[in-house]
């Protein structure tokens, strides 16, 4: 089976393409708001002349956005944005080209948004706060917190994410089991989920639960919050390597013995989860709700949603983030006025940028257009029931940031290696040892 372009694409940008050294090598080690590039004006104007400013995009094609574009140069005929779509392998490197480039530069760019501290540690981002000083009535709490360093909004949020927990009707009833709840106040420890799904194994399923982004941090980071373990970085900048915890070794000593025990499976790609959910092979998947037009379309798979579960004692924590703006503060004072005005456009306008697409794979961060996703045909399948207020509930009380650090490219890779480590065996408190040594080096040079 496929799924949609844009699910794919937002997928990689929740991974992340690595970072060039070179370019992470001359990051300054401060997240300071000293390290922010310019200012932003404060009052918006519409043009009098025409004006082209360059959008550099990873989040969406250029036919997807195009919809977009053609509505913003409707309403400010003035400006004309000349959009250009990045591979996400490329985006970092050519972000650190173009932004320090005069003859080849862009004026706004999408910004990944646990990238928002690294960014700003360059100078590749402006001081928004002037510009936008009402965003906190326009856009979830997650969003303005990930486009906030030292205090300054830096960024204009337009996308973000949730996830929750898919289980198999038909499979759970084969085992005896009852189905879960989707109420937000009926959430599961990961302790009894364990147990059934080796109950569901048991009685025919060929796994008994499965993670949608099975080695990345987007979606492992909520087990060591919930054991209490922290994001993974603490100190000065998050740039002391935190790893090792208690709640480190818990998480991923019980996330390892799920490859073990052979209720996940070794070996598979996470752009192959969902279709092993979708084929009737899985009890309990959890995963984001952009599978649900997949899911949704196979009309033998009887599903139903649940929270994502917690451990026992610990706190209910769930995978969060997407896209932001950024805006060069190289770019002329007219550029920066017209680059502004098509970040508002994008995040704030009658509900932002999500009116004009046909489909959504996941919540604008705007608060008033993520009604159309809410909305959405696939959501008012039976199947789904209780899945909006689900997904509300956990943006607005448990959706938890990535590590906001400039060290966080680093940390991401080393970080997925290491869970590729303990998925095929690795002890956790070695592998997380092992992890917390390479973070320390890493990190080294921000430091200084």
């Not at 372009?5 to 090598?25: D, N, S």
Request: aromatic letters at 10%; hydrophobic letters at 40%; proline letters at 5%.
């Amino acid at each position: 089976m496929r799924f949609h372009k844009g699910v794919t694409r937002w997928l990689a940008a929740g991974a992340g393409a690595a970072l060039a050294v070179t370019a992470l090598a001359a990051c300054s080690g401060s997240t300071g708001s000293g390290s922010i590039g310019g200012v932003a004006p404060a009052t918006l104007t519409e043009p009098t002349q025409p004006i082209t400013i360059t959008y550099a995009g990873a989040a969406y094609d250029a036919k997807q956005i195009q919809p977009v574009l053609d509505a913003f140069h409707k309403e400010h005929p003035k400006i004309t944005v000349k959009y250009e779509a990045v591979p996400f392998d490329d985006f970092n490197s050519v972000l650190a080209a173009r932004l320090t480039s005069s003859a080849d530069a862009i004026d706004v760019f999408d910004v990944d948004m646990p990238r928002t501290s690294a960014y700003a540690a360059r100078g590749w981002l402006t001081d928004l706060t002037k510009t936008f000083p009402d965003l906190k009535s326009a856009v979830d709490p997650g969003s303005l917190k990930a486009a906030t360093v030292d205090g300054k909004l830096v960024t204009m949020p337009y996308q973000t994410s949730t996830n929750i927990m898919y289980y198999n009707k038909a499979l759970l009833s084969a085992a005896g089991i009852s189905a879960p709840s989707a109420a937000p106040d009926a959430r599961q420890t990961w302790e009894q989920l364990t147990d059934d799904a080796k109950k569901a194994k048991a009685a025919g399923a060929q796994y008994g639960l499965v993670f949608d982004q099975i080695d990345r941090y987007y979606q492992l980071q909520p087990l060591a919050e919930s054991a209490g373990g922290g994001a993974g970085g603490k100190g000065a900048g998050n740039l002391t390597p935190d790893v090792t915890n208690a709640g480190w070794q818990k998480a991923f000593t019980w996330y390892g013995s799920l490859f073990a025990d052979g209720l996940s499976p070794r070996g598979v790609a996470v752009a192959d989860t969902p279709n092993l959910f979708a084929a009737g092979k899985v009890a309990y998947y959890v995963g984001g709700p952009w599978w649900g037009t997949q899911f949704v379309g196979e009309k033998g798979l009887d599903f139903g949603v649940a929270p994502f579960p917690a451990f026992a004692g610990g706190t209910a924590a769930t995978p969060t983030g997407g896209w932001s703006l950024g805006l060069n503060p190289k770019a002329t004072t007219e550029k920066a006025n017209a680059a502004a005005l098509f970040m508002k456009f994008m995040g704030i306008d009658n509900g932002g940028y999500a009116q004009y697409l046909s489909a959504l794979a996941v919540p604008p961060s705007n608060l008033q257009g993520s009604a159309k996703f809410y909305g959405s045909d696939t959501f008012k399948d039976p199947r789904f029931a209780g899945v909006v207020d689900l997904m509300k509930s956990e943006l607005a009380h448990t959706a938890t940031l990535r590590l906001q650090t400039v060290g966080y490219v680093e940390f991401e890779d080393i970080m997925t290696k290491t869970f590729d480590d303990i998925i095929n065996g690795t002890d956790a408190k070695t592998a997380l040892a092992s992890a917390s040594s390479q973070l320390d080096d890493a990190w080294a040079k921000y430091r200084k």
